[in-house]
């Protein structure tokens, strides 16, 4: 967003699900115009989901501010919008009042789009990126979160918080908080896995993805943590899962020996599952994971004889993980 020595742009668009972000843009945005005037009579937040009458609100946007330099006019949501309502709004742009500020959110929206285009010839910060974190990198916004409430937390502390609470940066938000009046009020300053575990609660259903990116790290506990919070998925199917990560890593782990330079054609996978599937290799040998393999091929010919599914695997699960 537009600082001090940055003029101000007549639009912004911001873009992505991360709701602090997007709360935090429009509160800095919201506290700079509010210096220059009264925002009580010149600010107005619109839902664009609703059905907006397009005269009307282009009158809103060309409508002069009363006793203060700008309007702000606010836009949730225009990606859910009507299409119409997109349309008006990108004709607007290509002559905007000068004395409004119009913020759009919207959650996606791509850059071929007319909007986005119209946005961003305004400037080139005109657009802000407020996409979500990738699962990777929560651990270290969730440990800079709580260095603003005065507490450090351990790493694994950080990673226990972002695997309980999720993705949402306002439900993180609150729980680092949270966190951080417990630990203050025992006086202490560091917070660590066992206060986690402690204060928050989870609020994050894990998926059956969870479990087998747990099962294929080898990590015991939390595989065995995260099978008993998922009653509703089937154990053949979390095993079958498990089986195509283990044949994946076993053809990385062959491909990878011969050198082949084609890994990502060959196993049809972006750069990103790649370098995943390499961390997770490095557990393993070639051997190991054809024994588990062999396993699992036997583990599920005991379900399907009867034999308890859920047991046959945490068996496997403990084979693996030893």
């Not at 974190?133 to 790493?155: C, F």
């Not at 506990?221 to 994946?248: A, F, G, N, W």
Request: include cysteine; proline fraction near 4%.
């Amino acid at each position: 967003m537009a600082t001090k020595e940055t003029p101000l742009l007549n639009a912004y668009l911001v873009v992505g699900t991360d709701e602090l972000k997007v709360e935090t843009i429009l509160k800095r945005l919201w506290a700079r115009l509010e210096k220059l005037g009264d925002l009580d009579f010149n600010a107005q937040t619109l839902d664009g989901t609703k059905d907006l009458p397009l005269t009307e609100l282009l009158d809103m946007l060309n409508t002069p501010p009363l006793a203060a330099p700008f309007r702000l006019v606010i836009i949730r949501d225009v990606d859910r919008g009507s299409s119409s309502l997109r349309e008006a709004l990108t004709g607007y742009l290509a002559s905007p009042m000068p004395t409004t500020i119009l913020v759009m959110t919207a959650a996606k929206l791509t850059q071929q789009s007319r909007l986005y285009k119209a946005v961003g010839q305004l400037g080139g910060k005109a657009v802000i990126d407020a996409s979500v974190r990738k699962r990777s990198e929560l651990p270290a916004m969730v440990r800079k979160m709580a260095l603003g409430y005065q507490i450090g937390l351990s790493h694994d502390g950080a990673a226990k918080l972002a695997e309980l609470v999720g993705t949402s940066t306002i439900a993180l938000n609150t729980e680092v908080k949270k966190l951080a009046s417990y630990v203050l009020a025992l006086g202490r300053s560091e917070a660590n896995l066992e206060d986690v575990v402690a204060v928050v609660a989870r609020s994050n259903q894990p998926s059956a993805w969870d479990f087998v990116d747990a099962y294929s790290s080898r990590d015991l506990l939390k595989s065995l943590d995260l099978l008993s919070l998922l009653p509703r998925e089937s154990p053949v199917s979390l095993l079958y899962l498990c089986v195509t990560r283990l044949r994946e890593l076993l053809m990385y782990t062959s491909l990878a020996a011969r050198h082949d330079g084609k890994l990502a054609k060959t196993l049809g996978k972006p750069d990103w599952q790649l370098r995943r599937l390499e961390s997770l290799a490095r557990r393993y040998n070639a051997s190991e994971l054809r024994d588990l393999l062999a396993r699992a091929a036997r583990a599920d010919a005991r379900m399907k004889s009867g034999e308890d599914a859920t047991l046959v695997l945490e068996e496997l699960i403990l084979a693996t993980c030893r």
